[in-house]
């Protein structure tokens, strides 16, 4: 086994979903040896499907990223919070460094707002 | 919190799977190596994504399966350091808090990291967070299992295992190898506000409000603090 590459990309909670709904379907075969992967996938997914993650799709996703931009947040900080949407301004203090000093009161505000509309469906 | 690694590697077909196309075979192969493993220094497998190349296959002498080298994508769980992820509690004892996501059960808050000031109560079995009132008595907020809690990842830890060798069968004498060792574990902090029990959160909003200590908020917006997401005024500038 060689590595190539450990970190070949940062993956959203919503793709490793959508790949795990692919894969548990299609082992219904039951092959020899696949068990672990079923295990896996049936944990992993879920551990996903009790997060808002399931509410997401790709439209939502991309429709927040062209809306929250403006904010100038980094690629992490939109990736933690498209996983793991904050529903409070104190959880936004968690996600985003210097948050403080880089969003104001009102942009927090906002933030939270497109939060709701687009990633967190279900609790608003 | 999940990565894709990039991974390359010489897979054995063997002769009873020729009947399946290749890349079927090459994939249920790589996951039946993988998956559901902890690779050193990678993380945890948890299912293939997509084959990036599929170089030609060899037939070795005295060997009827082909060896074919592909080049791989792999979903691997890998939490970075400074991640922040919602996870349930699985037990408590004297080393910390243990959580669990349902599918990886290794992580610990060590005691050093969780809120301050916290004991651990022996007949209970939790971790209990002396939440400071004002009347200078202290309110116990308990950390029971099942919970939901969000942590910061703070470390992680890989650790070579070697297979386990063949059982030993010379007599019941021989002591029994109970060090198990954990090939990844991830390291996990709560000690910083909104960190810890979700519902510790929701309800204490506006006691943490005067334990942060940075004051300077009048009250009515105190007032508004549970629940309403927007216009919260756990935000400070």
């Given amino acids: 086994m060689e590595i190539k590459n450990i970190c070949y990309s940062p993956l959203t909670n919503f793709e490793v979903l959508e790949t795990l709904k692919t894969v548990s379907k299609k082992d219904t075969k039951k092959k020899h040896g696949l068990r672990n992967l079923a295990t896996i996938t049936y944990e992993t997914l879920q551990y996903?499907?009790?997060?808002?993650?399931?509410?997401q799709t790709k439209e939502s996703i991309t429709d927040f990223l062209r809306d929250v931009s403006q904010y100038k947040l980094t690629k992490n900080e939109l990736l933690m919070i498209i996983n793991d949407p904050p529903s409070t301004a104190l959880h936004i203090?968690?996600?985003?460094?210097?948050?403080?000093?880089?969003?104001?009161?009102d942009q927090v505000n906002e933030i939270l707002v497109l939060v709701s509309k687009y990633l967190n469906i279900e609790e608003s | 919190m999940f990565v894709l690694a990039e991974l390359k590697d010489t897979i054995r077909i063997t002769p009873e799977q020729f009947?399946?196309?290749l890349t079927e075979a090459i994939q249920d192969?790589?996951?039946?190596?993988?998956a559901?493993?902890?690779?050193?220094?990678?993380g945890l497998c948890i299912s293939l994504k997509d084959l990036v190349s599929i170089g030609d296959s060899l037939i070795l002498p005295g060997d009827g399966s082909s060896h074919t080298d592909v080049i791989f994508r792999y979903i691997v769980f890998r939490p970075a350091v400074g991640n922040i992820i919602t996870g349930k509690i699985r037990s408590c004892s004297r080393e910390g808090v243990h959580i669990t996501l349902g599918f990886f059960d290794d992580i610990l808050i060590?005691?050093?990291?969780?809120?301050?000031?916290?004991?651990?109560?022996?007949?209970?079995q939790a971790w209990v967070w002396e939440y400071p009132l004002e009347n200078g008595e202290k309110h116990d907020l308990y950390m029971d299992i099942g919970e939901p809690i969000k942590f910061r990842v703070s470390g992680e830890l890989f650790e070579e295992s070697s297979p386990i060798g063949p059982p030993q069968k010379e007599g019941?004498?021989?002591s029994k190898q109970t060090e198990v060792k954990i090939p990844y574990k991830i390291i996990a902090a709560i000690n910083e506000s909104g960190l810890g029990v979700l519902s510790w959160w929701d309800q204490n909003n506006q006691e943490e409000e005067e334990e942060e200590g940075e004051g300077g908020e009048d009250d009515?917006?105190?007032?508004?603090?549970?629940?309403?997401s927007i216009g919260d005024g756990a935000y400070e500038e």
């Fill in chain 2, 19 to 21: 009947s399946l196309k």
């Fill in chain 1, 93 to 105: 203090q968690l996600l985003v460094e210097d948050s403080e000093e880089r969003l104001t009161e």
């Fill in chain 2, 36 to 42: 559901n493993k902890v690779l050193l220094n990678v």
């Fill in chain 2, 172 to 174: 019941p004498s021989t």
């Fill in chain 2, 29 to 34: 192969e790589i996951n039946r190596k993988l």
């Fill in chain 2, 110 to 124: 060590p005691p050093s990291s969780l809120q301050h000031p916290s004991r651990f109560e022996e007949t209970e």
């Fill in chain 1, 48 to 55: 996903l499907e009790e997060t808002p993650v399931k509410s």
């Fill in chain 2, 220 to 228: 009515q917006e105190e007032e508004d603090l549970n629940g309403e």
